[in-house]
Structures are given as structure tokens and as C-alpha cells.
């Protein structure tokens, strides 16, 4: 047997186990029907040992009995632990710096100081975002977001003024639950820009806004940002972007995330950070001389990302063809969809797996456009369909109602891709 190829996959969420599962079931056997006798070995790096379904973190936050944290923190192992050592690898770990030149990242394993130089044949960075608030993304200790969580469970039920700062769809989402469930507490949103949802068609802002004001009783103030915060045992006073300064019971920062790509060079990023592409396949752009053969990125930090777990179900197919694409090619030597003549292996090949197997192609990126449902507790909310007015009771029937928990097995175990 060859030397396995070495894929390390950065990041383990949504868009690294996704990706984790895809390659073990669609790509990699597509791969070694080409040539049975290549091997490969991942290396997953991550922090976290659960899988975050932080999507539904609005409810989870309530209480524990509306959606148990155990429905929303599930161990990895659960869905990984079926491949073998010499298949996948799993370092508990941040990656740290990365040496294009040599193709080793540096990862610091949690809870060490000592580093390690992983070297990899392909790379896929799928980092995502960390936000100020470890309850919608780990933080460097994933044990916060567990923290953050039961904190709130303690906290909800005696706050009577609840201050949000975000106008995305997870200051809605949160504003909404708190509403429903502690409907004597006095919620104020604070946008941050001119209208809610602003990165959405405009449409949607103005009915989320009359959606919070008349079935939730939020108060929505734009253009007032939070400054600064200051916590202390009987709640926190905010300082906000006109030189005025709020108290209230409970502050809960609902802002967006930073992308995680403090290991890699400026040149590789965008003016947000997120990791620069070269090509429609996802293949990462480097800074035009580093070596950027084979490495690819995913999810919430790829740049102009859509930064939703739904644009995956395009992406991954996607980035995990131009990894195919550029493997056949060099190590096996065959062009994206060529249909040659089989040559003697080739011809073994078919006559052991009964047809002719085909080079890889590209995979066209065809993410569903304009598309959110944004629940505003658990009987209705605002929402879009590609494009198309979506009606408050199917945004209940289809998100608000259970905050989409039947996705988790499926994207723990690698069921939602069909091989
Ligand atoms: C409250 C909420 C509701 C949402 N609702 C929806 C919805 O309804 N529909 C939808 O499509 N999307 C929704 N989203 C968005 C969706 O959750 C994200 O798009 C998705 O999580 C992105 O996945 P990711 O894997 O790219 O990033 P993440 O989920 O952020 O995962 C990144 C992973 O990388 C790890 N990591 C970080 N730094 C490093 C490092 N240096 N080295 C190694 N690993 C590292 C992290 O620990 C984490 O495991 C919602 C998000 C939130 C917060
Ligand atoms: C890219 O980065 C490398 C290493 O830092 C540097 O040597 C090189 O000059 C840079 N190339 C360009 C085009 O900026």
C-alpha cells in the first residue's frame, strides 16, 4: 500500500464534518474506483469534541427544557467514532500559523502550550466565525458556550429589562423567544443600522420590525450601536455609539462573528477577514506567488460568504469536486471528465467494479438565493423563499417550531449525503 494522501480539514462544525462525511462517502470511493490502489487519511482539527447546532440556540437559551442542551451540544464521536485510525484522525486542537511553502499548520492543541507542524498533501479551511457571544459559536474554550447557556437559564427568569444589540436574524430570533416565554420582561433590539436584517432582501427588515412590535411587544431602535459593556451581579450598563449610556437587567450581544483566520497571512483575506477564492470551485487564492495547490475552504469563511449552514448543502459537493478534480490530475493522472481509453488498470478496474469509471468533474456551485426564515417565537416570524413571501405559519410549522433539530443527526452522521 502507498503512502496515504493527507488531507487536514480545519475546523469541525458545520461546514468541516459536513465536508469530513461527504469525502469518506462520495468522494473518496469515487477516487479509489479510479485507482483502488490510493489511500488517504484525514486529520481533523478542532476544539470542540460536540458538535454545535447553534442554530438553535435562540430557544435553547430559555431554558432547559425547551430544547435540552444535550439536543444542541452532541458529541462528535457520535457521528466520526465509525471511521477507522488509519482513516481519520481527530486533534483537539487550534490551527495556529500555516507555511505554505513547507504545507505543514501549526496546531496548539487545548489546554497545551506545545505546538505540533501537521503536514498536508490537500488542506480545507472551515473555521467559520466567532462571535462575541459563545452562545451562537465556540470560543477558543468551547466549554462557554455551555456556560453562556445556563447562565441565561438562571438569569431570564428575573430580568425584567432585556437589552439585544443585532438586527440579523439571531437578535430577532433571540428577542422573540425571550418575548414568548418571559412575556413580562420589557425587550429593547437594537439594529445597529437603519433597518433590521440588513444584509437581506429589503423587504424583509420592515416585516420583521411590524412582526416584533405588534405579536412580540419588542421595542426596535436602529442606528445606535453598542459601544462598550459593563457587567456587574445586578446587571449591565452599555455605553452606545451616541454617547449615551443604558442600563439594564440582562445585555445579550447578538452581533456577528469575526472570522477565524488569525493563522493565516493578510494577503490571503478579504477587508472581513474571510479567506479569498481563485475560482468559482472554492480553491483558495493565496496571495498569487505562495504554494496554494490543494487547499480549498468552506462554510462561514470563505469570502462573500452567504453564512448560512444551507449554502453547505451547494458548497460542499462543490469544493469536494475541485479537491477531486486536482487529485485525479496529480496522482493519478487524468484530466476533470475524462472518459479515456481505460488502459490495463483502468480496464481491471472496470472489470472488478463491473463499469468504467470516469474521471471526476467539476461540480457547479447553485446555492439557493434569497432564501431565510427567521421565527419570531415559537408561532410565527417572517421569511423568504427564493425570493417569495414565505407565511408566518409555515415559518412556525417549518423552523419556529422545532429550530430545524431534525438537520442534526443527519449532518452527525453523514446521513444527508446520498452517496
Ligand atoms: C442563532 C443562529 C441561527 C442560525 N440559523 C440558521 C438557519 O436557520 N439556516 C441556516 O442555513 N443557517 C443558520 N445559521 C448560520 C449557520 O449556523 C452557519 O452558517 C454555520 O454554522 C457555518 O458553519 P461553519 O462550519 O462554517 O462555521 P462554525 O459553525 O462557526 O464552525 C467553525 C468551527 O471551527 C472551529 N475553529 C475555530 N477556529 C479554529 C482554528 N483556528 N483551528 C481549528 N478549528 C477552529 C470552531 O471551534 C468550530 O468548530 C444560524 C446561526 C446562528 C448563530
Ligand atoms: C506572498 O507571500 C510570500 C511569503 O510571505 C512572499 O515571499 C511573496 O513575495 C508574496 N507574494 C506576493 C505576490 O505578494
Known sequence: M???HEIVVLGGNFAGIGLVHYLFKITIPSLQKLDPAKTFHITLVT?????????GSPRALINDKQIPESKILRPLSEGLS?????QLTLAQALATSLDASKRTVTITPVGSETTKDLPYDSLFIATGTTSASPLWTFHPDPSLTSTALKALHTSLPTAKTVLIAGGGAVGIETAGEIAHFYPSAKITLLSGAAQLLPNSPPVLGPRAQSYLETHAKVEVIHNLRVEASDLSATGATVTLSDGSTKTTDLYID???GKANTGFLKADWLDGTKRVLTRDAYFRVKGNGSDDVEGVYVLGDVTAGSANTAMVLDAQTPTVASAFAVDFARKAIGVEAGEKKNPGLLGGLVGLVFGKKAAAPSLVEFKPMKDTMLVPVGPGGGVGLIMGWRFPSFLVAKVKGKNFLLELVDPLLTGDKWKA
Request: charged content about 25%.
Open 2 to 4: 502507498s503512502t496515504p
Open 47 to 55: 476544539p470542540n469534541t460536540d458538535l454545535f447546532f447553534k442554530i
Open 82 to 86: 465509525k471511521y477507522k485510525p488509519e
Open 254 to 256: 447578538a452581533t456577528g
